[in-house]
């Protein structure tokens, strides 16, 4: 039956969602005065985004007087990534950190162009530009609120269990699970392989079953999921990193009085700065534990060059589609590279 009161699983989680977490803040005694910030996304808590959310709340919290409340919902307890930005964009939910960020700017995927940035240094400095800050602003037509952008958990390596990935042609045919976002999907065909979208709750099972060959992600993520029990192969190219923006809902922003919004982005800024550096530290070290449970590939120059001139498509098809312009694009690069 079709209509207006059919509505998908995810909507009626909304609802539920939506229901349960007022009388969750009443059971654990919320202030009559003052502001709630509810959060949520899709890490464990060892994650560095959970350590630096962590932080936020207790310098919020202390900074503020109590004024702002937070609470933090970590390991997609409250949802999918799908489910928890809908959420913020209705107000169940008040801020968010994970990969749907192009609901609150499309141009945020300017920052995902494969080989864009190679290292660490040239990712911070994208991130921290003036064309970083006038893209987080640029959501505040999508009713989105965002104080500041830092890097999504580092660079995404290449796993499998069929063969190293290495040169042209080793993706080729390997059904490689992707996030849900264009740009990974596009990439993945450029490089030849055959990509599916899936969320990450289910990408374990379906590398243990064989319903996939491969995937890719950071390092930390490699580990935290525990993937290096089904995957045999890993791959180094720093193919490509993502923004990490801190989502949250602009109503309950503007609600707040001029000196909390000024702390609030404040320890924003502070926390997506904590977690960038968690981030970076952390890197080499879970590379190297994870090589001892997988055959380790670290690309050489000339195979990257070979692998980036495939995906150079890629980001003229955005460009040919208005998702940003050449010009953006060209002055992404020229930041990058210290321009």
């Known amino acids: ?62 900074r503020t007087s109590g004024r702002i409340r937070v609470e933090n919902y970590f390991s997609a307890t409250l949802g999918s990534e799908r489910e928890m930005m809908d959420m913020v964009a209705t107000g169940v939910l008040q801020g968010t950190r994970g990969g749907l960020f192009a609901d609150a700017n499309p141009k945020f995927v300017l920052f995902m162009v494969p080989f864009l ?56 045919g390997l059904k490689m699970r992707v996030p849900p976002q264009e740009i990974y999907v596009l990439t993945a065909r450029a490089l030849g392989a055959s990509p599916h979208e899936m969320p990450a709750s289910e990408l374990y099972s379906a590398l243990k079953t064989g319903i996939l060959d491969g995937q890719d992600n950071p390092p930390s993520n490699i580990w935290d999921y525990k993937l290096f029990e089904v995957q045999e192969f890993m791959s180094i190219s720093n193919y490509s990193t993502g923004p990490d923006p801190f989502i949250v809902d602009l109503n309950w922003y503007e609600s707040l009085p001029a000196d909390l919004r000024k702390t609030f982005d404040q320890v924003a800024e502070e926390t997506v700065a904590l977690s960038d550096r968690l981030n970076r530290e952390s890197e080499e070290r879970y590379i190297a534990v994870l090589a001892r449970e997988m055959e380790l590939i670290r690309l050489e120059p ?18 040919a589609r208005g998702l940003f312009t050449a010009d953006e694009l060209n002055e992404a690069r020229g930041i990058a590279g210290g321009g």
Not at 11 to 18: E, G, I, K, M, N
Not at 120 to 125: E, I
Not at 310 to 317: F, G, I, N
Request: hydrophobic share 40%; net charge positive.
């Open 302 to 319: 000339e195979e990257i060059q070979a692998l980036r001139r495939l995906t150079e498509p890629v980001a003229r098809d955005f460009i």
């Open 1 to 62: 039956m079709t209509g207006r009161f059919d509505i998908g699983v995810s909507s009626w989680r909304c609802v539920f969602v939506a229901i349960l977490l007022p009388a969750l803040t009443q059971a654990c005694g919320a202030p009559e005065a003052g502001y709630l910030f509810r959060y949520g996304h899709s890490q464990p808590p060892q994650a560095p985004r959970s350590q630096s959310m962590v932080f936020f709340e207790r310098e919020l919290e202390q």
């Open 117 to 172: 940035v190679s290292d660490w240094d040239q990712a911070l400095r994208l991130v921290n530009s003036g064309l970083a800050r006038r893209i987080n602003a640029g959501a505040r037509r999508n009713g989105f609120h965002i104080p500041a952008t830092g890097i999504s958990q580092g660079f995404r390596a290449h796993t499998n269990n069929v063969r190293p990935i290495r040169n042209p042609g080793d993706l080729a």
